[in-house]
């Protein structure tokens, strides 16, 4: 029977179990929550979408290379058969942690447990400029906007008579050269060699430019320098006009500035260059560290709290080995829900907790469709063969079979043809 306790409390089932609140259907909140599969808790999850989103090829949504749907997985078919999981689409405003309570734009829910596994958003680093005109890439929703610019852009650039503006409307310029950046200057580079001649044949394939601008003075900073070499190279040969060393300063919608003073005019700029916590208001500021991550201890709690916890790209431990805290991948969010989970468990039988270990698997980066860049425990190497890895580990990672064959196929279909599937303006960008 569904009860609400008071008039603007969430509406979920009567339960005697105690109730785990998780904030975020990422990463790190379906793995806590697959390992609590009708296990003695009410787990409720909240997320503002009813997906949860694959983000590691949003950067092939934003290149028309896939399909959103391929990499969004509907939330509430994830966990069906889960008796004691309840979704509800909420946004969350504020966490009241005195009194156990979370208000919502559908309302207030109070928790016994709370796990905030909000992820993280785009860093602009206070520039404002930068961060009105340019487009960062960290869901479904922005990785559309680009690929609607990217096409709107080509199709002004055919129309146009100015040849500034012309130069301007084909110039790409993709900031940050860490996996993103690298992968989506890649992308636009193949779009440019592939796609621009079929589609637009009244244009001089030549005209279109991709850059890819760093601030430092390697790309790939944190792989192997072999990898950092290699993605250069790579890129360097797909025809990316790559700016080491290069900060970006400003951005006016045309002018890009860097420390270096004026560098380029481009209409599309894709910042890809920095991601800060996403921490829901009434997280006090003694809990909040480098990044705007929230700082937990080794179990992943918040300090001062038994019953708060944070896991994933907004959570913080700080060691010898990870002064910053653990990167911000999709392993430490997956490791991190696991390891809570049997905390959780450990915890209802009266049991002491484990300390999160992060099990560090390897880095992969592609660069096009046929070669990667990858770091795996002591050996680390780049082409074709590093490109087969990246593809079998991102297939097997994207959840839903259905979604695995689609994108299989549509993989397929580009490798054999050297085509991309969905050019298409779904909603007009601005
Ligand atoms: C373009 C891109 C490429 C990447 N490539 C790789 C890669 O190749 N390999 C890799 O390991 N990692 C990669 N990452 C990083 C990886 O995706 C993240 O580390 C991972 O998603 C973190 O998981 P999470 O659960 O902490 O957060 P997320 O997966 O971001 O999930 C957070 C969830 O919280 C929800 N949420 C946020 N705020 C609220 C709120 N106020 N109310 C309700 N719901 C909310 C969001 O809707 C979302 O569903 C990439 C990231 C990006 C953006």
Known sequence: MQACRTENEICLPDSDLPRVVVIGGGFAGISLIKQLKNKPFQVVVLDKNNFHQFQPLLYQIATSGIEPGNIAFPLRKMFKGYSNVYYRMASVNEIQSESNTVLTDIGTIEFDYLIIATGSDTNFFGLKDVQKHALGMKSIQEALDIRSIILQNLEKS???????????????????????????????????????????PELDASIMSVYLIEADDELLKSMSSKSSENSLKFLNKMGVDVRLNNMVKSYDGLNIKTNKGALLQARTMIWTAGVKGNVPTGIKKQNIT????????????LKGYENIYAIGDIAAILSENYPNGHPMVAQVAIQQGKNLSSNLLLQLKGRGMSEFKYKNKGSLATIGKRRAVADIGRLKFGGYTAWLLWSFVHLISISGFKNKILVAMNWAWSYFTYDKGNRLIIRKFK
């Not at 705007?292 to 709690?301: A, P, Q, S, T």
Request: glycine share 10%; with cysteine.
């Open 158 to 200: 055919v129309v146009t008579c100015d040849d500034v503006e012309r130069d301007a409307l084909t110039n790409f310029a993709v900031i940050g050269g860490g996996p993103a950046g690298v992968e989506t200057a890649g992308a636009i580079a193949e779009f440019k060699k592939y796609i621009l001649p079929r589609d637009y």
């Open 290 to 301: 480098n990044g705007n991550r929230i700082l937990v201890d080794d179990y992943c709690r």
